[in-house]
């Protein structure tokens, strides 16, 4: 997707140093430049005593949905891909076309992110494992138009560089594939079962991430949503 920094693909801890390769990868245009790498400060390794030393590292950029990775190759995945309709991530003020989340119809949202998770798969060893943290949205009611003086683009509504808020992208039930209004999309779990049912991981876990201070909702009908889901998927029972 954008800029996320992803798994380890090969790890050789030597006693003094370790080697740590790094995939640094993004979804967007079709044969559209990288973004600028994110600068990533020294690290260094803290094992056992006598094995403490720096640790390089090598960033490799490219496409979520092409990676440039050998099969069965990446002990570790953890990431978070973007939320439905919730914002833009841009490239020089300019909204970058293709991204993950964007979407018209919460389907196509997940259809995309089957499609990445598919050659996450095809990288993954059979002994490695995958965490994904995904957020819900709820169906807000009729859909909402941006006044005429908004300055959004002609990318799903949604101006460059801005957040997605409610008042910015109301989902109708149409919208949302008969989901009724009010209600949670359930996104995180549509998008866990597709992976159990149409790729074949295995869902080994899921984690709460509890929130105790998270952002106020002004809702008078329900509880507070303070907490989002962790899934750990793997190729292999063990």
């Known amino acids: 997707w954008r800029r996320t920094v992803g798994p ?12 740590l390769r790094v995939p640094l990868l993004w979804a967007g245009r079709v044969g559209g430049a990288p973004p600028t790498p994110v600068p990533v400060p020294p690290l260094r390794s803290h094992g056992a005593a006598g094995t403490e030393g720096p640790v390089t590292y090598e960033l490799i950029r490219g496409d979520a949905t092409a990676l440039p990775l050998a099969d ?20 020089g003020g300019e909204h970058y076309d293709g991204q993950i989340g964007s979407e018209a119809t919460p389907q196509e949202f997940l259809e995309a992110l089957w499609v990445w998770t598919a050659e996450c798969r095809r990288v993954l060893k059979p002994s490695g494992s995958m965490w994904v943290n995904l957020g819900d949205k709820y169906v807000a009611g009729t859909s909402a138009k941006r006044p005429a003086t908004s300055p959004a683009r002609e990318h799903g509504g949604l101006a460059s560089g801005q957040a997605w808020h409610e008042t ?9 594939g008969g989901i009724r209004t009010k209600s949670l999309m359930g996104l995180p779990w549509r998008y866990a079962i597709g992976c159990i049912d149409q790729l074949g991981l295995i869902l080994r876990a899921e984690v709460i ?21 962790w899934f750990m998927f793997t190729k292999e029972p063990r």
């Open 8 to 19: 380890p693909t090969g790890c050789g801890w030597g006693r003094r140093e370790a080697t």
């Open 72 to 91: 069965d190759s990446v002990d570790l995945i953890v990431t978070s891909p973007p939320y439905f309709a919730q914002r833009s991530y841009t490239d």
């Open 168 to 176: 910015d992208r109301r989902l109708s039930e149409a919208d949302a």
């Open 209 to 229: 991430w509890a929130k105790p201070n998270g952002l106020p909702e002004s809702v008078t009908d329900r509880v507070r949503r303070s907490h989002e889901q």
